[in-house]
């Protein structure tokens, strides 16, 4: 009896225990489903931070490898195929179908190919003492027309715009191959391949007219732009870049900046490093900008964040009729565009703040 009776004990002991612990994980279940739950956010977070990050790096490596040399090619066959195409006197136009009308339908057609919104700015000019730089039978009127090319972003909230230009008016006499073709079809790739996704801000292709005649293309659009108040973050003006001999020469590149435009030098610095399996290149900073022109100036001017993107070795062919393909140095090219797609990419993705 003694011993059945101790079982018994034991037994109650052992049921109190048990109700004693559930009656504890009752009470407390509240404070232990918070907890819980706010482990689970908190790791949910960090993952999801960081898929969103890696994904996009993934879409960007994507997107570099579709960037060739085949493409680059192909346009800058294409736009040296018109001849020398330099500015249209004002009403020239009228009169004669000129080869800078030929490449301007054949631009715009390309570019609504993409399924962008394309729009032309038309403007008239004069060129003066104070924006001339070119030889004195430059003087007098031009016209012309500014093709942009805008993929929107799908993020309703955000009215923020990153610019990429190039001028693809020539000097007369020259087929431009590399001024301003190399950017013309730098643009244009990039812009084909941008517009099978799908970015959260704009980016917006912007090819200019009037750049040899003292960058009277981008003046009226950078004015306009200034005049409607747009958020244009960033602007990156490509001028003649495609032109490398030496080895120094095909593993640098120029960013000219400002102190407002740094920023914009530092993030392709940054991406040079971030996909330095398929970008061998070196972002070199430069301030002093006496003796150089182009488009970058006319937003300088009106107040936005603008930096220009040439080779890093002079290109003596300029403004010659010897400005041909064979001057190219596409595998340096390919480079340079793919520099320039991450690097809008990762602007209209925004993949800072994801």
């Known amino acids: ?19 004693i612990s559930i009656l504890t994980v009752l009470l407390n279940l509240d404070k232990l489903k918070n907890l819980f739950q706010k482990n689970i956010i908190i790791v949910s977070e960090e993952e999801i931070s960081k898929q969103k990050e890696d994904n996009i790096s993934e879409k960007i490596t994507d997107l570099i490898q ?29 009169i004669f179908d000129l080869p800078i009308e030929k490449l ?11 399924d962008l919104k394309v729009i032309t700015q ?16 430059f003087f007098g009127w031009f016209e012309g027309k ?26 007369p006499r020259s087929p431009g191959a590399n001024d301003d073709g190399s950017g013309v079809a730098t643009i244009l790739s990039i812009a084909k391949i941008m517009s099978k ?22 003046y009226a659009y950078s004015k306009d732009c200034n005049k409607k108040n747009k958020n244009i973050v960033a602007v990156v003006n490509i001028e003649d870049f495609g032109f490398a001999e030496t080895e120094e020469g095909r593993r640098k590149i120029h960013s000219i900046e400002n102190e407002g435009s740094c920023w914009i030098t530092k993030d392709m610095s940054d991406n040079c490093k971030q996909y330095s399996d398929h970008i061998n290149l070196e972002v070199v900073p430069q301030r002093k900008t006496e003796g150089f022109f182009a488009d970058y100036k006319n937003f300088w001017n009106f107040g936005y964040d603008s930096v ?5 070795e002079w290109d003596y062919h300029r403004h010659s009729p010897d400005d041909t393909l064979e001057t190219i140095n596409v595998p340096y090219l390919k480079m340079g565009a793919r520099l320039l797609l991450a690097t809008f990419a990762e602007w209209a993705w925004d993949i800072k703040s994801d």
């Open 66 to 94: 579709q960037l060739d040399e085949k493409m680059l090619l192909n346009y800058l066959k294409k736009i040296i195929s018109f001849g020398p195409h330099p500015t249209q006197r004002k009403f020239l136009g009228k």
């Open 146 to 171: 500014n093709i942009e090319a805008t993929l929107y972003g799908t993020d309703i909230t955000s009215d923020e715009i990153y610019i990429i230009t190039a001028h693809y008016d020539s000097w």
């Open 122 to 137: 038309s403007w008239a000019q004069k060129s003066t003492l104070k924006n001339l730089r070119v030889p004195k039978w």
């Open 308 to 312: 220009c993107c040439y080779e890093y």
């Open 1 to 19: 009896m003694k011993i059945k009776t101790k079982k018994k004990i034991i037994a109650i002991e052992l049921v109190i225990l048990f109700l």
């Open 104 to 114: 301007r339908r054949y631009l715009v057609d390309e570019l609504k190919s993409m």
């Open 197 to 218: 996704y799908s970015f959260n801000h704009s980016v917006c292709f912007l090819l200019v007219d009037g750049e040899e005649q003292g960058l009277l293309g981008s």
